[in-house]
Antibody, heavy 126, light 111 residues
Framework: EVQLVQSGAEVKKPGESLKISCKGSGYSFFGYWIVWVRQMPGKGLEWMGSIYPDNSNTRYSPSFQGQVTMSADKSVSTAYLQWSSLKASDTAMYYC???????????????????WGQGTQVTVSS | QSVLTQPPSVSGAPGQRVTISCTGSSSNIGAGYDVHWYQQLPGTAPKLLIYGVTNRPSGVPDRFSGSKSGSSASLAISGLQAEDEANYYCQSYDSSLSGWVFGGGTKLTAL
């Protein structure tokens, strides 16, 4: 079974750093893009960016460029999302998902997000 | 303000057919990019419902169907059931942003 399992909920203070994780199993982790999605309280889904674990190639949404850092360690099939200085406005649920397509030759824009991790709740409060 | 526009809410009686619209522009749906739909049940992660405009993953009932015309797409749910109460999101790729965009989400209520 293809599965993504995320790290547990975090409660942090403004200005602190944080790194959350997303571990893949049931497939060749290095060969599929992983995306990160933010969902603020009571709000919709926002694509933050994507990373290709095999070579750590990253693409960030303009809204999140410079605000977060994505990384991956293919030796442990895990992708990471990190902040160097959290703000209260970073309070949200964060999901990882795998970019999937029906053919190995699909272009990137054709992909969809499946499966999803269970989410990591990040709360930033003084 | 989401790049793709969805109605905030729709409702229907059990057994009825409801549709959820998703309106984009010439840089996303209108440019020919595929539309995908996700279902998010309360307190859970989103789940893929429809991919590539019309395709259902294994396990998704055939009560769910998707379509696309021009710069818009629609999700139809026939034979509405109480368990269908959830938030539904459309998604596509946007060439102006060079990334994926979502609709703002539609809350479906079974009356």
């Amino acid at each position: 079974e293809v599965q993504l399992v995320q790290s547990g909920a975090e409660v942090k203070k403004p200005g602190e750093s944080l790194k959350i994780s997303c571990k893949g199993s049931g497939y060749s982790f290095f060969g599929y893009w992983i995306v990160w999605v933010r969902q603020m309280p009571g709000k919709g889904l926002e694509w933050m960016g994507s990373i290709y674990p095999d070579n750590s190639n990253t693409r960030y949404s303009p809204s999140f460029q410079g605000q977060v850092t994505m990384s991956a360690d293919k030796s442990v099939s895990t992708a990471y999302l990190q902040w160097s200085s959290l703000k209260a406005s970073d309070t949200a649920m964060y999901y990882c998902a795998r970019l999937s397509c029906s053919s190995p030759t699909c272009s990137l824009p054709t992909h969809w997000f499946d499966p999803w991790g269970q989410g990591t709740q990040v709360t930033v409060s003084s | 303000q989401s790049v793709l526009t969805q109605p905030p809410s729709v409702s229907g009686a059990p057994g009825q057919r409801v549709t959820i619209s998703c309106t984009g522009s010439s840089s996303n749906i209108g440019a020919g990019y595929d539309v995908h739909w996700y279902q998010q049940l309360p307190g859970t992660a989103p789940k893929l419902l429809i991919y590539g405009v019309t395709n259902r993953p294994s396990g998704v009932p055939d009560r769910f169907s998707g379509s696309k015309s021009g710069s818009s797409a629609s999700l139809a749910i026939s034979g509405l059931q109480a368990e269908d109460e959830a938030n539904y999101y459309c998604q596509s790729y946007d060439s102006s942003l060079s990334g994926w965009v979502f609709g703002g989400g539609t809350k479906l209520t079974a009356l």
